[in-house]
């Protein structure tokens, strides 16, 4: 069974920085693209990030370049999404799906999420 689980998320002060990290489970992660999304109360979701299978790939939303980056250890298991510089509209629950390429819009496997909320 595909499990990832996400973790790191957290309270932060605007300017502050997290890590958050998916881990996968019953899988190769290797395999996988995988997408960093958020959702933020009443708004819809948003792929923020999404790195390739072998990790030479990326790609952001518009508003977290420079700020956001994604990266991944397949002997690990384990993607990250180095996040640096929040704003209050970074608060979000933050999932991470694994899928076959970054311009999939299938998944094949999503984890529960990691509640990240930026406020002074």
């Known amino acids: 069974q595909l499990q990832l689980v996400e973790s790191g998320g957290g309270l932060v002060h605007p300017g502050g920085s997290l890590r958050l990290s998916c881990v996968a489970s019953?899988?190769?992660?290797?395999?996988?693209?995988i997408g960093w999304f958020r959702q933020a109360p009443g708004k819809e979701r948003e792929e923020v990030s999404c790195i390739s299978s072998g990790g030479r790939n990326t790609n952001y939303l518009g508003s977290v370049v420079g700020r956001f980056t994604v990266s991944r250890d397949n002997g690990k298991n384990t993607v990250y999404l180095q996040m640096n510089a929040l704003k209050p509209e970074d608060t979000a629950v933050y999932y991470c799906?694994?899928?076959?390429?970054?311009?999939?819009?299938?998944?094949?496997?999503w984890g529960q999420g990691t509640q990240v909320t930026v406020s002074s």
């Open positions: 019953g899988f190769t992660l290797d395999r996988y693209a």
């Open positions: 799906a694994a899928k076959s390429f970054c311009d999939s819009r299938t998944y094949d496997s």
